[in-house]
C-alpha cells in the first residue's frame, strides 16, 4: 500500500511538532510518532528552557556560555543561530499558548549550572517539558494539513539518486501483529525522533528514545558526526527496583549539596564550581565518589537540600517532590541517593544549520541530529530551545528546496511473509537487549579505556549475530526494529569512542585524560556508512573541521 503526502515529520517532540507548524501553511503534513501524542523526551524535560530575554548583551553571554560548556568543539555560527533566534522562537511559544512560571506579572527565570545569568524559565516548576508540548500539540491540532499517525513507527528510508523520497511505516502498537509495511512518498522528510538513552541500562530517556531516526538515517547512507559524546545527568534518583527518575540540574541551582557516604561535600576536589560545574564534570565526579573500593557493591552519593530553608520545595518541584513521597522521600527531609544515567545525545545525524543532512530530500533536527550547536557538552537547557530553532529552520529549507510534486513510488513496498515473533523469541531478545545495554554502560559510559572499548565492540557484534538470525527468518515486531536501531546507535558510539583518544567534554578516556587540540580538536564524521539491519556494514570515520 502506498501513499502520498507532501511533508512527512518522523518524531513528535519539540522539534517536529514546531515544524509541522511552519509546513502546515504550505501543505499537507503527516507526522509519525511511534506512541501516543506527547510521548517524548520533550514531554520528560524538567530544567527548563534557556533563552535570552533581556537584550543583546544577554544574548551574548549565552552564547559564550554555550561555547564554553561545548568544552573547544562548539560550532559558534549554530549557537549563534541559537542564542539569536531563540528569544523570537520562545516568544511565538508563549503566543501559542505555553505558561510559564511567572513573579509579579514578570517570566520568573533561574539560573543552572555552567549558565553566567539567569535565563532559565520553567513551567509548573519542574513541568517545562510537559508544557511546552502539550501546548505545540494543541496548536498544531487546530491546524487542518497536519495529520498524525500514532502507535506508528518508520522502519525504512526509500533512497533513489541519493535523495530520500519515501519511508516505510508500519504499526508500533505492541498488541498489533501486522508488521506490512506502508509505504509514504513525500517531497522532503524531517527525522525529528529524538535521542537513544535506552542504549543504555542506566537512563532518564523514556522507552522510546531507542535512536531510531539516527539508525534509518545511517542506513540510508547518510553521516553521523559526535557519536562519541553522550552526555550522564549527574542526578538521577538510584532506588533499587525504581526507574532512574531525572532529579532536575534545577535541585542544585537553587543550593543543592552533593554528599559522599561519608557525608562530604565532595565537588571541590574536582572543580571551583562546586554542585553548578559542567554536567560532565559532576558526573564523572558522582561516578569517582560511588566507586566501590573493593568487589563489593558501589557506595552511595546523595542530594542534600536539607539547609534549604528559604524555598517551598514542594511548589518550586511539584512533579519531583510527588515521585520521592511516593518512596518515602521529601527534598526537605532526607538525603536523597543519586546516580549518573544517560541524559542526552550531543551527536547524531550530521545536519548544517538549516537540518538539511548529506542526503537531498532529508532533514533533521532536534536531539536526533548534529548542527555542533552543543560541541562535547550539552549546555544545560538548551536542549529545548535547540528543537524549536532548528525545527523551524528545517522546515524553512524543507519549504525551500521542495520539488514541484511529490516524487512517484510506483509500487508500493513489497509485503513480506510476516512472521510475529513468539513469546520465547521476544524474551530471548529482550535478554539480548539488556546484555547490549550493560555492556554499553561498561565500556561505553562515563569512564572509557581503550581495552574496555575493544570489548564493547567485540561483545556487540557477538550479539548483532543473534539478533541478525530473527531478521534471517523474516521476524518482524517493533521490539526487533528497536534492537536494530540499539546495535546501530550503540556500534557508532564504540567506534566513535575508540577514535577520539583525549578526554574531552562528556567523552572521557581514562588512558588519554588530557584534551589534545593539536589532534582532536574536531568532529568524528561516520560517512558511507550503509548499515545493514543490524548495523554491521560501517563506513569511515573521520576527523574534519566543522
Same mark, same amino acid.
Given at each position: ?12 517532540? +519539540? ?6 507548524? /511552519? ?8 507526522? *509519525? ?40 568543539? +562548539? ?123 535506552? *542504549? ?28 562519541? @559524546?553522550?552526555? @550522564? ?67 552511595? +552519593? ?47 545525524? &550530521? ?54 510534486? *511529490? ?59 543473534? *539478533? ?34 583525549? /578526554? ?16 582532536? &580538536? ?19 570515520? /573521520?576527523?574534519?573541521?566543522?
Amino acid at each position: 500500500m502506498a501513499e502520498n503526502i507532501d511533508y512527512l515529520i518522523i518524531g513528535a517532540g +519539540v522539534a517536529g511538532l514546531r515544524a509541522a507548524i /511552519s509546513l502546515a501553511n504550505h501543505g499537507q503534513v503527516l507526522v *509519525v510518532t511511534k506512541e501516543s501524542l506527547g510521548e517524548s523526551n520533550t514531554h520528560y524535560a524538567q530544567g527548563g528552557i534557556a533563552v535570552a530575554t533581556e537584550g543583546q548583551e544577554d544574548i551574548q553571554l549565552h552564547l559564550e556560555d554555550t561555547m564554553a560548556a561545548g568544552d573547544g568543539l +562548539v560550532f559558534r555560527p549554530a549557537a549563534k543561530v541559537l542564542v539569536e533566534e531563540g528569544p523570537l522562537r520562545v516568544a511565538e511559544l508563549i503566543e501559542w499558548g505555553a505558561g510559564f512560571d511567572r513573579l509579579n506579572g514578570q517570566l520568573l527565570r533561574t539560573r543552572e549550572a555552567a549558565h553566567s545569568h539567569p535565563r532559565i524559565l520553567h513551567a509548573h516548576g519542574d513541568a517545562t517539558g510537559a508544557e511546552i508540548s502539550r501546548s505545540l500539540v494543541e496548536f498544531a491540532r487546530t491546524h487542518p494539513r497536519i495529520h498524525f499517525a500514532e502507535w506508528t513507527m518508520a522502519t525504512a528510508l526509500i533512497v533513489a539518486d541519493n535523495r530520500a523520497i519515501a519511508a516505510d511505516l508500519v504499526s508500533a502498537n505492541p498488541r498489533a501483529n501486522d508488521c506490512t509495511p506502508k509505504r509514504v512518498s513525500a517531497r522532503a522528510i524531517l527525522l525529528a525522533s529524538g535521542g537513544a538513552g535506552q *542504549v543504555y541500562s542506566d537512563t532518564t530517556n523514556p522507552a522510546v528514545a531507542t535512536g531510531d531516526g539516527i539508525a534509518l538515517a545511517a542506513r540510508a547512507g547518510a553521516e553521523l558526526a559526535d557519536m562519541e @559524546f553522550y552526555q @550522564f545527568h549527574p542526578t538521577a534518583l538510584s532506588l533499587p527496583g525504581v526507574p532512574r527518575f531525572l532529579l532536575s540540574e534545577a535541585l542544585r541551582g537553587e543550593g543543592a549539596y552533593l554528599r559522599n557516604d561519608r557525608g562530604e561535600r565532595f565537588m571541590e576536589r574536582y572543580h571551583p564550581s562546586l554542585e553548578l560545574a559542567p554536567r560532565d564534570v559532576v558526573a564523572r565526579a558522582v561516578a569517582r565518589e560511588g566507586m566501590s573500593e573493593g568487589s563489593g557493591a558501589d557506595r552511595p +552519593v546523595y542530594l542534600d537540600m536539607r539547609h534549604v530553608h528559604d524555598i517551598d520545595l514542594p511548589r518550586r518541584f511539584p512533579g519531583i517532590s510527588l515521585f520521592l513521597k511516593e518512596h518515602g522521600l521529601t527534598l526537605h527531609r532526607d538525603l536523597i541517593p543519586v546516580r549518573p544515567a544517560a541524559h542526552y545525545l550531543m551527536g547524531g545525524i &550530521r545536519t548544517d544549520l538549516d537540518g538539511r543532512t548529506s542526503l537531498r530530500g532529508l532533514y533533521a533536527a532536534g536531539e536526533a541530529a548534529c548542527t555542533g550547536v552543543h560541541g562535547a557538552n550539552r549546555l544545560a537547557s538548551n536542549s529545548l530551545l535547540e528543537g524549536l530553532v532548528f525545527g523551524a529552520r528545517a522546515a524553512d529549507a524543507m519549504l525551500e528546496d521542495a520539488s514541484g510534486s *511529490v516524487s512517484n513510488v510506483a509500487e508500493a513496498s513489497p509485503e513480506p511473509a510476516i512472521k510475529p515473533m513468539d513469546n520465547t523469541d521476544e524474551s530471548l531478545l529482550d535478554l539480548l537487549v539488556q546484555q547490549l545495554r550493560r555492556m554499553m554502560w561498561r565500556t561505553a559510559g562515563l569512564l572509557r579505556d581503550e581495552q574496555t572499548l575493544r570489548e564493547g565492540l567485540s561483545e556487540r557484534d557477538a550479539i548483532a549475530a543473534s *539478533v541478525t538470525r530473527f531478521v534471517q527468518q523474516g521476524k518482524t515486531s517493533r521490539q526487533l526494529f528497536e534492537a536494530q536501531s540499539l546495535l546501530a546507535v550503540s556500534h557508532a558510539i564504540l567506534l566513535a569512542s575508540s577514535a577520539r583518544k583525549e /578526554s574531552r567534554g562528556a567523552h572521557f578516556r581514562e588512558d588519554h585524560p588530557h584534551r589534545d587540540d593539536l589532534n582532536f &580538536r574536531k568532529h568524528s564524521i561516520l560517512k558511507n556508512s550503509a548499515l545493514d539491519q543490524t548495523g554491521h556494514k560501517i563506513g569511515q570515520l /573521520s576527523f574534519e573541521e566543522w
